[in-house]
C-alpha cells in the first residue's frame, strides 16, 4: 500500500469519528444543568447601580435629551 492510501484510510476513519461524535453530541440523551447562584455580594448592588446608572447617561446623551 502506498502512503496516501493509508492517508486515506485514516481521514475516511477519523472523519467517521468525527461524524459519529458529533450525532452523539446531538442526539444523545441529555440531562438538564442545575444551574445555581451564588448569595450577591453588598459591593455588587452598588457596581450593578453604576452600570446602570452609566447605561442611562450614554442612552440619554445619544437621544440628545
Sequence with gaps: MAATTVTTIFMIL??????????????????AAVRTFAPQDPDD????????????????YESGT
Design 14 to 31: 477519523f472523519a467517521l469519528g468525527v461524524t459519529a461524535l458529533a450525532l452523539y453530541g446531538w442526539f444523545g440523551s441529555w440531562d
Design 45 to 60: 448592588a452598588e457596581i450593578e447601580a453604576a452600570v446602570d446608572e452609566l447605561r442611562r447617561a450614554i442612552r440619554d
